[in-house]
């Protein structure tokens, strides 16, 4: 089967409208969807024998170019996530799991190539049994055999860490020994302009610091607050961590790009708040006011610089710079209009500022030459056989254009300053389009 065969495969399917579905019976439907579930596992399967294959060909193709081989790995991951439209990080994950689930694991893939089992569900046997030796793992993946067909992927998983612990409880122990390394807190955005603040810690403590909250919020929920116990726990949690009184008055710097329109309250244009994402425009008037009814006596020192953005892409422009590295005002500049990664779908946080055309080779040290890239991507990128290059666009977008060393290409555009800006000039597409372009793809 060749890549042609999916994409024509991917076109039935886009045919497959809800005014023929209408006509279908329920017990038909169901019947299509199961039929869709189990294509969607077989091609998960399919996709980790296409991994294997692709990263084993990639590498050979490295140390036959002279890369040493315990270098020969570096850059396989970035290709590989791009391939799927997703991170390197991502790229770096499923190319693991495809070599475990390919190589190792025979009875989990056969599952999967019958449609019998998720991509997910197999992912997680693969991790419960990274501690194993190869032979371990495959006496666990040879037990399950007969319950990939009847059981949940709860019990599955649940079934892979027992075996895995009988099978050698020294490994298994030791690797929860060894996670509390990994130990670390991270923010994620959430619905309705929240925030998830999670901590992944060593299960004693963990079950600690649980527990000292709920204690405490059902202390003074029997005194009489009338907070929820969650509210209560919520709060105590942010009281506790910024070491203040109350739980609103926090005195820390965050960054709220807005227009000048919005903050006056002239118009409600989304603002972005870094490292979170989009904000409606009423909470980030709330944010830089320096007191506010809703928050008590809640008070915050207020700084302001301007920013300025194209008027069609909404992209920010015009900065200057001759230094050979990029900091300061610059640095700051280029993080606040790339505003994550620029690797397509990577999206991790910038950590690098670096030059798009090296400086060796005679690039600059300006806006438009420079790009923020997490760490890892940007050390990818000195791989041999990477290029990324600026290319010029009749609207002014600031683009690069990514090629890897297997000749795909990838562009990235500099997102909009602020989320809704480069959606005003969208027009809407016509009633036909998706019919439109499933004819294209079918004829």
Same mark, same amino acid.
């Given at each position: ?10 076109? +039935?399917?886009?045919?497959?409208d809800?005014?023929?579905?209408? /006509?279908?019976s329920p017990?038909?439907l169901?019947?299509?969807i199961t +039929? ?6 077989a091609?998960? =399967? ?5 991994t ?10 490295a ?7 315990? &270098?020969?790995?570096?850059? $396989? ?8 439209r ?7 994950r !499923?190319?693991?799991?495809?070599r ?8 989990t !893939?056969? =599952? ?7 991509e ?11 501690c194993?030796?190869?032979? /371990? ?33 020294y490994?298994? %122990?030791?690797?929860g ?8 807190v991270? $923010? ?15 299960v004693a403590q963990?079950?600690a ?25 919520a709060?105590?949690? $942010?009281e ?6 109350a *739980? ?26 870094? /490292? ?13 006011? *320096? ?6 006596? =809640?008070?915050?020192?207020v700084?302001?610089?301007?920013l ?14 001759r &230094?050979?590295l ?16 620029r690797?397509p779908?990577?999206?991790?946080p ?9 400086f ?22 000195? +791989?041999?056989?990477?290029? !990324? ?6 609207d002014?977008? !600031? ?17 909009? %300053?602020?989320?809704?800006l ?10 036909d ?9 079918t004829?």
């Amino acid at each position: 089967m060749e890549a042609t065969d999916i994409a024509q495969f991917t076109a +039935a399917l886009a045919t497959t409208d809800l005014e023929r579905l209408e /006509h279908v019976s329920p017990a038909a439907l169901c019947e299509f969807i199961t +039929a869709l579930e189990l294509a969607k596992n077989a091609a998960a =399967a399919a996709q980790a024998r296409a991994t294997v294959v692709a990263g084993d060909a990639m590498r050979e193709q490295a140390i036959a170019d002279g890369a040493a081989p315990e &270098r020969a790995d570096k850059g $396989i991951p970035q290709q590989l996530g791009l391939a799927r439209r997703e991170s390197p990080v991502a790229g770096s994950r !499923h190319l693991g799991f495809a070599r475990a689930v390919v190589r190792e694991m025979p009875c989990t !893939h056969a =599952a999967m190539t019958e449609g019998l089992l998720a991509e997910w569900t197999a992912t997680l046997l693969v991790r419960e049994t990274s501690c194993l030796s190869r032979e /371990h793992r495959a006496i666990v993946d040879a037990r399950l055999a007969d319950r990939f067909r009847t059981d949940s992927a709860k019990k599955l998983v649940a079934m892979a860490s027992a075996l895995a612990y009988e099978l050698d409880p020294y490994a298994f %122990v030791n690797r929860g020994r060894k996670a509390k390394e990994d130990r670390r807190v991270g $923010i994620r955005p959430a619905p309705e302009v929240m925030a998830n603040v999670t901590g992944f810690l060593p299960v004693a403590q963990g079950v600690a610091c649980y527990k000292a909250l709920d204690e405490s919020a059902r202390s003074l929920k029997s005194a009489g607050d009338e907070r929820t116990l969650d509210q209560l726990r919520a709060d105590l949690f $942010i009281e506790r961590l910024t070491g203040k009184s109350a *739980a609103v008055d926090v005195n820390i710097e965050v960054g709220v790009v807005m227009t000048d329109t919005a903050l006056l309250g002239l118009d409600e244009t989304a603002a972005r708040l870094e /490292h979170f994402g989009p904000l409606p425009a009423a909470l980030a008037r709330d944010l830089l006011r *320096a007191s506010d009814g809703d928050l008590g006596d =809640a008070e915050a020192t207020v700084w302001l610089r301007r920013l300025y953005a194209d008027p069609v892409t909404g992209v920010l422009t015009d900065q200057d710079g001759r &230094r050979r590295l990029f900091t300061g005002a610059l640095r700051r500049f280029l993080v606040a209009r790339d505003q994550v990664c620029r690797t397509p779908w990577c999206d991790a946080p910038v950590r690098h500022v670096d030059h798009i055309l090296p400086f060796a080779r005679g690039g600059e040290t300006t806006e438009d030459n420079g790009d923020g890239l997490c760490e890892a991507c940007n050390y990818d990128k000195e +791989a041999p056989g990477w290029r !990324h290059e600026v290319i010029d666009t009749d609207d002014g977008a !600031h683009v690069v254009r990514v090629t890897t060393p297997t000749g795909h290409i990838y562009d990235s555009h500099a997102p909009p %300053v602020l989320p809704t800006l480069g959606l005003r000039l969208a027009r809407p597409p016509s009633q036909d389009a998706a019919r439109e372009q499933a004819d294209l793809l079918t004829a």
